[in-house]
């Protein structure tokens, strides 16, 4: 009885790693995905900073794109899970770039599986602008409206003077 009970296990685990094979090589063939609104996520950008520069445009961008890969790779990915990054310290004056993109997939998708087919645009559009610090900015404490009745207004208390921007 015991030989049996061996026999059926060895039988059942040749007969599911054959299924296995059978779905990843037949069932799970290349297909392809349009994914619409992946953002866009720009890195970099303490590199212009320690430039004296800044990002004052482009900040949210989405994309959309066409990829293909293996129906269960694709099945994981969508305009949440997939990212699109954007380099941007490699800028050194104020202006307005293009800037080229790669898709980031999600860790359970390796980078290797998905291929870009097509997307809307090759590149994304920011803009830098020189950083220019404001001191000595003064701040004043103005109430506005009307002051329910049985509570006190008190004077504004501040802790600084001015204000640095």
């Known amino acids: 009885m015991k030989k ?3 026999l059926a296990f060895l039988l059942a685990l040749i007969v599911s790693i054959g ?17 619409r609104g992946v953002r866009v996520r720009i890195v970099g950008t303490n590199l212009l900073e320690s430039n004296k520069l800044m990002l004052t445009g482009g900040e949210e961008q989405f994309i959309d794109v066409e990829i293909s890969g293996r129906r269960s790779d694709l099945k994981e990915l969508n305009s949440s899970s ?21 898709l980031d997939p999600p860790a359970s998708v390796a ?4 291929r870009l ?5 090759n590149k994304i559009t920011v803009k830098v ?3 220019k610090e404001r001191t000595g900015i003064p701040i004043d404490v103005e109430y506005e409206g009307t002051l329910q009745e049985g509570y006190v207004r008190d004077m504004a ?9």
Request: no cysteine.
């Open 129 to 131: 602008s020189e950083y």
């Open 82 to 102: 997939l990212e699109a990054i954007a380099d941007v310290s490699n800028i050194s004056a104020a202006g307005s770039y293009e800037v080229s993109w790669t």
């Open 19 to 35: 299924l296995w094979f059978y779905a990843v090589t037949v069932v799970n063939p290349n297909d392809t995905a349009n994914i």
């Open 117 to 121: 087919v097509s997307a809307s645009a």
């Open 157 to 165: 208390v501040t802790d600084v003077d001015s204000l640095s921007v």
């Open 111 to 114: 980078s290797g599986d998905i």
């Open 4 to 6: 049996h009970k061996i």
